[in-house]
């Protein structure tokens, strides 16, 4: 990127201010600051475009900073820049409520910049993946909505986020599915078929091999010839997505929703993402390597909003 990564610090208190800037200066970002809600949307209005994540402080001088963020939901240059709540508490019904509204990023104060610094790049990378799924999107025929019934097979990355490029033309929904299931076709590859747990992605992450890791196991004896499949059922009314790997399952229960103990953590939020706003509803078989998706026809809107 030419320009330099923009974060907007939104928090009363001019030292917190202060101290996120200097964080985040250290990555190359550079910082717009607000102490109120409204101070805040006149800089989104002017410059909203050129404003690449939000820092939102929770308790604000005017008000609950929640109500900037779904404000910002409803305008459309600004409804995808990823916003991070920042906030002293740690109630599970402040983090709860943020969580409801969309806020998948929740930082409880003090935290260190390290972990400031790793969610904020796991929030720009979350929300650039969206963007580039939803730009091939536009770009792919529309005769895939002819689709009734199909089972395609796919064992690597690319493909699984092919597929999910291709498919989701079965639904009006297609930006939010897209999302969805590609979340759900890269966890079969990644967590299901190569066997890459929570824990040894978030070190994989933190030193850069995880690409590499991927490469290594899907050319190893023990991973090459695993595939995953995706079967895709449609009629009038719904389409049913189901997915199934060949891995040895998981504990998926701990992955339907994103809670506090997981708030701070840079990756593990796609099954609850996908719950939320991909699929009317999302069910997970046995132990968990098959997971079955559905999506009405007739849902009325289109995007993260839902």
Known sequence: MADAVTALVVDDEEMTRAIVAGYLSRIGYRTLEAETKAQAWEILSSSGSAIHVVLLDRRLADGDGLELYERMKQEPHLADIPVIVQTISDSSSEIAAAIRAGVFYYLIKPYDGALLRSVVRAAEETTGRLRSLQGDLRSRSDAIGLLRDGRFRFRTLQEAQNLAITLSSVAATAHSLTFGLSEILVNAVEHGNLGIGFEAKGRLKASGML????????????????????????????????????????????????????????????????????????????????????????????????
């Open 211 to 306: 690409a590499r890791e991927i490469e290594a196991r899907l050319a190893s004896a023990e991973h090459r010839d695993k595939y995953a499949t995706v079967h895709v059922e449609r009629s009038d009314s719904r389409v049913i997505f189901t997915v199934t790997d060949m891995g040895a399952g998981f504990d998926f229960n701990r992955y339907l929703s994103v809670d506090a103990s997981q708030s701070n953590a840079t990756h593990g939020r796609g099954i609850a993402l996908a719950r939320m706003v991909g699929f009317d509803q999302l069910t997970y078989v046995g132990n968990g390597n098959r997971v079955v998706g559905i999506v009405n026809l007739d849902r009325a809107s289109d995007g993260l909003s839902d």
